[in-house]
C-alpha cells in the first residue's frame, strides 16, 4: 500500500546523521521518489465524513435480515453490501434470502463537488562569487530567483446512505447517511471508513458528526479484512 512507503521514509529521516555525504544524496533522491508515489497514490482512504442517523422505531432484538440495493452502480454495490452486512450481523441479526424480519436497504453517490489550487514558491539563490585579479579583490552579488508552481486537485462528494425497516409494515426503524469530501473517487476505498463512522455506536441517533476515520481504525480495517490481502486500497488523483 502507498501509505506504507511513509513508514520507509520516517526510518530514513532518522538514519541521516549516521550516514556519509553520498550516502545522503542517495537517499534524498529516494525520499524523493516515495513522496512522489505517496502524492500520486494518496492514502486515501482516510476521510473527514460527516453522520447523520434517526432511530424511528424500536429494532427488534435479533432476527434475520436481507439487503437491498436502491441507488448506485451494481458492481459496486455488492462490494459496499459484504460490509453492510458484516455490520449488521455484528449486531445479531442473521442473514436470510425468504421472509426476514428487517429489510436494510442502501444507496451510494458519487459526484464532482468542484475543485481546489494550492500554490508554492521555491526560491533558487546563487551564492555570491569572489575572484582576484592582480592585486584586486572582485566580488559577484548572489542573485535569488522565484518560481511560483499552482496545482489543481478536483473534489468528490461520496454519500452512503442505509435504511433500516420493518420487512413486513415497511415501517422505517432507523436510518443513516455518511458524507465525506475528498479527492479521491473511488467509494469502494473510502466505504470502509465511512461504514465505520455510521455504525458507531449503533443505534443511537448522531446529529452533524464530524470525525477524521482512517484505514487505521480498527472498525475500518475490520470492514477491510472481508476482502482479499491483495485489494487495492490506494486511489490515484484525477
Not at 500500500?1 to 520516517?10: H, V
Not at 473527514?48 to 429494532?59: E, F, Q, R
Not at 494550492?118 to 566580488?139: H, L, M, R
Request: net charge positive.
Amino acid at each position: 500500500m502507498p501509505c506504507g512507503l511513509l513508514d520507509a521514509y520516517i526510518t530514513a529521516c532518522y538514519a541521516v546523521r549516521n550516514t556519509s555525504f553520498r550516502e545522503v544524496k542517495t537517499m534524498k533522491r529516494f525520499i524523493a521518489v516515495l513522496i512522489a508515489v505517496a502524492a500520486l497514490t494518496g492514502c486515501a482512504g482516510g476521510i473527514k465524513g460527516v453522520s447523520n442517523s434517526n432511530l424511528y422505531g424500536k429494532l427488534p432484538p435479533g432476527g434475520t435480515f436481507a439487503l437491498q440495493l436502491i441507488s448506485g452502480d451494481s458492481l459496486i454495490g455488492r462490494k459496499i453490501e459484504r460490509m453492510i452486512s458484516h455490520q449488521i450481523s455484528k449486531q445479531g441479526y442473521r442473514p436470510t434470502d425468504s421472509s426476514p424480519d428487517i429489510l436494510v436497504s442502501y444507496a451510494f453517490d458519487v459526484h464532482s463537488a468542484g475543485s481546489v489550487s494550492s500554490a508554492y514558491t521555491s526560491i533558487n539563490t546563487v551564492p555570491q562569487k569572489s575572484f582576484v585579479y592582480g592585486n584586486t579583490i572582485y566580488t559577484k552579488p548572489s542573485t535569488s530567483t522565484a518560481t511560483t508552481s499552482v496545482s489543481t486537485t478536483k473534489l468528490y462528494q461520496k454519500t452512503i446512505v442505509v435504511r433500516i425497516s420493518d420487512a413486513r409494515t415497511g415501517e422505517k426503524l432507523w436510518e443513516s447517511n455518511v458524507s465525506e469530501q475528498g479527492w479521491c473517487n473511488q467509494i469502494f476505498v473510502t466505504a470502509p471508513s465511512i461504514l465505520a463512522l455510521m455504525f458507531e455506536g449503533f443505534p443511537h441517533e448522531q446529529t452533524n458528526v464530524n470525525k477524521m476515520v482512517t484505514h487505521a481504525d480498527p472498525a475500518a480495517k475490520e470492514l477491510m479484512n472481508l476482502f482479499p490481502e491483495s485489494t487495492n486500497w490506494g486511489c490515484t488523483r484525477t
